[in-house]
């Protein structure tokens, strides 16, 4: 019994040793497709300017949060008490369909670029006196600039 005891106990051993590592991390595949024709990257990493990006989007769609109420942001989703902002920028403002918008909105003649974007939610009553959006109001420009790329981007996709 001692003989066999002594026998199994290395492999006791290094199996208990074994319990709880990590294992070594196996190879990771990518699968990269382009279009014919296209060159292949110079890398196989994201560019920086890329990751900054959905970090903006990401903060972008949590700071859309404060929007949620008021605001979708679908294709062919329903207004709530503002308009969806499926696709807004570029558009005219006062041009959601189904939404019933304030004299001065209509009137204003803005279109709605990334600028017009920031300067309306930083202040809509002083962006456009009379607007019926009196919520909304965000002082942060970063948080403006997030929920701007984010509107774009789910508008984008």
């Given at each position: 019994?001692?003989?066999?005891?002594?026998?199994?106990?290395?492999?006791?051993?290094?199996?208990?040793?074994?319990?709880?590592?990590?294992?070594?991390?196996?190879?990771?595949?990518?699968?990269?497709?382009?279009?014919?024709?296209?060159e292949a990257p110079d890398s196989d990493t994201t560019?920086?300017?890329?990751?900054?990006?959905?970090?903006?989007?990401?903060?972008?769609?949590?700071?859309?949060?404060?929007?949620?109420?008021?605001?979708?942001?679908?294709?062919?989703g329903a207004n709530r008490v503002g308009p969806n902002?499926?696709?807004?920028?570029?558009?005219?403002?006062?041009?959601?369909?189904?939404?019933?918008?304030?004299?001065?909105?209509?009137?204003?003649?803005?279109?709605?670029?990334?600028?017009?974007?920031?300067?309306?939610?930083?202040?809509?009553?002083?962006?456009?006196?009379?607007?019926?959006?009196?919520?909304?109001?965000i002082t942060d420009a970063g948080r403006r600039e997030?929920?701007?790329?984010?509107?774009?981007?789910?508008?984008?996709?």
């Amino acid at each position: 019994m001692t003989v066999l005891f002594r026998a199994a106990a290395p492999i006791l051993v290094v199996t208990l040793a074994a319990c709880g590592s990590d294992p070594a991390p196996g190879p990771t595949e990518q699968i990269v497709v382009r279009e014919p024709g296209a060159e292949a990257p110079d890398s196989d990493t994201t560019p920086p300017a890329a990751e900054a990006n959905d970090s903006l989007i990401a903060a972008g769609k949590a700071a859309f949060n404060t929007c949620i109420a008021c605001h979708v942001v679908e294709k062919d989703g329903a207004n709530r008490v503002g308009p969806n902002l499926y696709g807004i920028v570029g558009q005219a403002a006062a041009s959601v369909e189904g939404f019933n918008y304030s004299d001065a909105l209509a009137s204003s003649g803005i279109t709605w670029t990334e600028e017009e974007l920031d300067a309306y939610i930083a202040n809509p009553a002083a962006k456009v006196p009379g607007t019926t959006m009196m919520a909304g109001a965000i002082t942060d420009a970063g948080r403006r600039e997030a929920i701007i790329a984010y509107i774009e981007n789910v508008s984008a996709n």
